[in-house]
C-alpha cells in the first residue's frame, strides 16, 4: 500500500490524468497543456506509483482507462474543482467572506436553501450534506462554520468546542405514493399503515418508527432499506413501500408523493452546530429557527 505521507502535494498530475482522459491520447493532451509527451508520461507515471494501481492501458491507437481509472476519474474531476474553489476563497478572503455550511439532508433539501435565498446581504457559500455525527465532527474540526443538526437517535454527539442550539421540534409523517389508498387523508394513524412495507434510509429514522409502533403495540416491517433520503422517496413513488419522514421536508417532496400526518407523531430536535465563540453567526442562527 502507497505511503499516504509521499503523496506529491502537486495538482499538476491530477490534471493531466483528467486531460488524458478525456483526449485519450498522450501527444493530444500534451498539445492542450503544454507539455512534452514525455513529461505527460511522467506525470502519469509519478500519479501511478502514488496511487498504487495502473491508470491508463497503452496502445498502439492511443491510451484508455483501466478500471482503477474509471473508479479515479471522478474524484479527480472533484480534486481539481475543489482546489479551484479553494483557490477563489482565500485569493477574496476576508472576515465573513465566505461561508462552509453543512446540513442534514431533509434541512438541506426542505429550508436551510430558502433561509439562505432569505438573507439580506449573504456571503458566498458552500452546503455538506450529511449526517448528524460526522457534520459535528466537521465543525469541530473547523471544517464547517455551521451545521443544522438532528438529535434523532443516538441523540447529539457532545464535542468539545462545539455549541448546539435548538433551532425548533420538526414533526414526524409518513410518505405515501400519490395513489395510496390513505393519499387523501389529512391525517393518519400507525394501526392504518400496519399492512405496509416500510422503507428506511438510516438508523435514526427507523428508532423514531419502532418507538411509535410499541407505543401504539404495532408491529411495522422495515423491509426495504436505503442509504440515503432522495433514494427512499424513489422507492415510496414507485410503490415499494412507505416512509417515514420529517414535516419540514414536505414542502421539497416531489409531485408523485404525499405527506400525511401522523397520529402521536415523534418529534425531533433540530439544532444548530457552530464552533464556540461564533456570534458572527447570529443573524443567520436567528434566520433558520424561524425558517418559514
Known amino acids: 500500500m502507497p505511503d ?3 503523496w506529491s502535494a502537486s495538482l499538476v498530475p491530477w490534471s493531466t490524468f483528467v486531460e488524458v482522459s478525456r483526449a485519450s491520447s498522450l501527444s493530444a493532451a500534451a498539445s492542450v497543456l503544454g507539455y512534452t509527451q ?6 502519469i507515471a509519478g ?5 498504487g494501481v495502473p491508470l491508463l492501458s ?7 482507462l483501466t478500471d482503477a481509472g474509471t473508479a479515479l476519474l471522478p474524484h479527480a474531476r472533484l480534486i481539481l474543482a475543489e482546489a479551484e474553489r479553494g483557490r477563489r476563497a482565500a485569493t477574496s ?18 429550508f436551510v436553501p430558502g433561509v439562505l435565498r432569505g438573507l439580506a446581504d449573504p456571503p458566498p457559500w458552500t452546503m455538506l450534506t450529511d449526517l448528524t455525527p460526522r ?8 471544517e464547517l462554520d455551521l451545521a443544522v443538526v438532528t438529535d434523532s ?11 448546539t442550539r435548538h433551532l425548533f421540534d420538526d414533526v414526524m409523517g ?28 438510516h438508523p435514526g429514522s427507523q428508532a423514531l418508527l419502532q418507538e411509535l409502533a410499541a407505543r401504539h403495540h404495532v408491529t411495522v416491517r422495515v423491509d426495504r432499506s436505503t442509504s440515503d433520503l432522495m433514494t427512499k422517496i424513489a422507492l415510496v413513488a414507485a410503490g415499494h413501500g412507505v416512509a417515514m419522514a420529517p414535516r419540514t421536508l414536505a414542502p421539497a417532496l416531489r409531485a408523485d408523493v404525499r405527506f400525511v400526518a401522523l397520529t402521536a407523531a415523534p418529534r425531533r430536535g433540530v439544532h444548530v452546530a457552530t464552533r464556540m465563540g461564533r456570534d458572527d453567526l447570529e443573524p443567520l442562527v436567528t434566520a433558520l429557527a424561524d425558517p418559514w
Open 153 to 163: 437517535p443516538p441523540g447529539l454527539p457532545a464535542t468539545t468546542g462545539v455549541a
Open 135 to 142: 457534520l459535528v465532527a466537521h465543525v469541530a474540526a473547523g
Open 58 to 64: 497503452r496502445g498502439a491507437r492511443g491510451v484508455r
Open 93 to 110: 478572503a476576508r472576515p465573513g467572506a465566505h461561508l462552509a455550511l453543512g446540513a442534514v439532508p431533509s434541512a438541506a433539501l426542505g
Open 174 to 201: 409518513v410518505v405515501l405514493p400519490a395513489d395510496h389508498r390513505l393519499a387523501h387523508r389529512r391525517r393518519v394513524s400507525l394501526a392504518m399503515l400496519a399492512d405496509e412495507l416500510w422503507i428506511e434510509d
Open 4 to 6: 499516504p505521507h509521499v
Open 38 to 43: 514525455s513529461a505527460i508520461s511522467r506525470q
Open 47 to 51: 500519479l501511478e506509483r502514488d496511487i
